[in-house]
Nanobody, 113 residues
Framework: VQLVESGGGLVQPGGSLRLSCAAS????????MMWYRQASGPERELVAS????????VYADSVKGRFTISRDNAKNTVNLQMNSLRLEDTAVYYC???????WGQGTQVTVSS
């Protein structure tokens, strides 16, 4: 299982970023996918999840209405569109395949003025 996140960077409050995760080593279309984030502490927060077909999505209350998770099963990718970014969205963002137990290296998102 390999998960490679990209798209992070430095953005001002109110700005947008689009994260992508390229997955390989498993049958991507059979698995739910998630985006987690980890700020300064040891805990990783579940940000958003999407079902194997993409028909169901769930969001943390803190990002609802601002973030959108999507997937492309033909390209084995899962994306996270982040709008109206806030200072508190600063974190390392990771994608995760449900039940696979593997993490990518993450991508840093920094929201700062």
């Amino acid at each position: 299982v390999q998960l490679v996140e990209s798209g992070g960077g430095l953005v001002q409050p109110g700005g947008s970023l689009r994260l992508s995760c390229a997955a390989s080593g498993f049958t991507f279309s059979n698995y739910g996918m998630m985006w987690y984030r980890q700020a300064s502490g040891p805990e990783r927060e579940l940000v958003a999840s999407i079902s194997p077909t993409g028909g169901r999505t769930v969001y943390a209350d803190s990002v609802k209405g601002r973030f959108t998770i999507s997937r492309d099963n033909a390209k084995n990718t899962v994306n996270l569109q982040m709008n109206s970014l806030r200072l508190e969205d600063t974190a390392v963002y990771y994608c995760y395949a449900a039940g696979k137990g593997s993490w990518g290296q993450g991508t840093q998102v920094t929201v700062s003025s």
